[in-house]
């Protein structure tokens, strides 16, 4: 692999300690030290030197969930992920992604969607007709809300309808660049599906993002692709905990567990929105890894290729709920929700944002 000199360093500064092991929910969850940042750091660094084939390390490269949790926990100050995403670039470069990825990219080029048998929800096109008059607002759902969790994006829909605010929602949303990112990094298909999407956005004044990831994706590395994007921008969760006064929200004093995405928990600092709608329907019990300190509790993409380590993954945030006494697992994030919707947990349930202050 070619990587660059910024990458090689990264990989170089790496002592191969510790001190990432205890936080990576990969690791965690499938307990194999393949999974963990120092392991994967060593496997590219044998690659970088010429001693192993990148074909070799390609799986591994994609066990990688890029939540960034090992960075937050690194003392010596190095980047897995930044060299991670690198590493994949090379990867699509070389020809020599995992045919799991290299059929995700096929969706993608022929529908613009990386899911496998990507078909809209009758109830969604439905919710979206209502919403198709062009206002000042673009309501962006993101491609794992509309085709991996539709059904509670349809109840977003619904809860965005009851602030009375007037919005639009794209016919065809394009992919933010996002999920291509995560496949390729930061390559030319991805800073095109960026620019492609930047103009949709441009055509309104405010853009709600239902999806943190998207926002994360927008904000931090629109600008340096080149790519303005004029529009205000502004997750759901904050226009939600902004509003809460308009939709009449019952407190049941449920004990509920705010389960913080890490676009939103480390990358944006975004994590009081979606206390105080928590705080508004019940109790906020807290696990004892939030904020910034966050695990990822499944990812829609990751899901379509490690479907069981995801509901592992799962599984674990369920534990980490039921720790800190909640009844209620409260997600903000479509690509986590349309991981723990359909995993079973006794004591705890996961409800969306939508879920919980439509009840």
Same mark, same amino acid.
């Given at each position: 692999?070619?990587? *660059? !000199?910024? &990458?090689?360093k990264h990989i170089d500064s790496c002592r191969f300690c510790w001190m990432c092991r205890h936080i990576c929910p990969i690791g965690n &969850?499938?307990?194999? !030290?393949?999974? @963990?940042?120092?392991?994967? $750091?060593?496997? +590219?660094?044998?690659?970088?030197?010429?001693? !192993?084939k990148p074909e070799a390390v390609a799986e591994n490269v994609y066990e990688c969930a890029l939540c960034s949790a090992c960075v937050k926990e690194c003392a010596t100050g190095w980047d897995p992920v930044y060299f991670i995403l690198? &590493?994949?670039?090379?990867? $699509? *470069?070389?020809?020599?992604?995992?045919?799991?990825?290299?059929?995700?990219l096929d969706n993608y080029e022929k529908s613009g969607c990386v899911?496998?048998?990507?078909?809209? @929800?009758?109830? +969604? *096109?439905?919710?979206?007709?209502?919403h198709s008059i062009k206002t000042d607002t673009l309501f962006l759902l993101s491609h794992a809300a509309i085709y991996r969790d539709c $059904? #509670?994006?349809?109840?977003?829909?619904? +809860?965005l309808e009851k602030t009375g605010i007037k919005f639009t929602v794209a016919e065809n949303e394009p992919s933010s660049g996002a999920d291509i990112r995560f496949l390729?990094? #930061?390559t030319g298909e991805t800073q095109e599906a960026a620019r492609n999407c930047a103009k949709l956005l441009n055509e309104y004044k405010?853009?709600?993002? +239902? @999806?943190?990831? #998207?926002? !994360?994706?927008v904000v931090r590395e629109y600008k340096e692709w080149g790519t303005e994007v004029n529009a205000k921008l502004v997750t759901f969760t904050s226009f939600i905990a902004a509003n809460l006064d308009k939709l009449k929200v019952k407190n049941k004093g449920v004990a509920i567990a705010p389960q913080d995405p890490f676009a939103l928990g480390r990358e944006l600092n975004e994590t009081e929105p979606l206390r105080k709608i928590a705080a508004a329907a019940g109790k906020v019990t807290e696990m004892l890894n939030n904020r910034k300190d966050t695990f990822i509790a499944g990812s829609a993409i990751m899901a379509e290729y490690m479907p069981e380590v995801m509901k592992a993954v799962a599984l674990r945030r369920f534990g980490d709920a039921a720790a800190a006494g909640a009844e209620v697992m409260l997600t903000c994030s479509p690509s986590e929700h349309a991981v723990v919707k359909d995993v079973a947990f006794d004591g705890v349930k996961a409800l969306s944002v939508a879920e919980l202050l439509l009840e």
């Open positions: 692999m070619n990587f *660059t !000199e910024k &990458a090689r &969850a499938t307990g194999q !030290e393949r999974n @963990n940042a120092r392991a994967r $750091a060593l496997c +590219l660094s044998l690659v970088m030197r010429g001693a !192993e690198e &590493a994949r670039k090379e990867l $699509a *470069t070389e020809g020599k992604l995992p045919s799991y990825i290299e059929k995700m899911y496998s048998a990507a078909e809209e @929800n009758v109830s +969604l *096109t439905e919710a979206k007709k209502r $059904a #509670d994006t349809v109840k977003s829909i619904e +809860l390729i990094g #930061d405010t853009v709600i993002f +239902l @999806n943190p990831d #998207d926002a !994360e994706i």
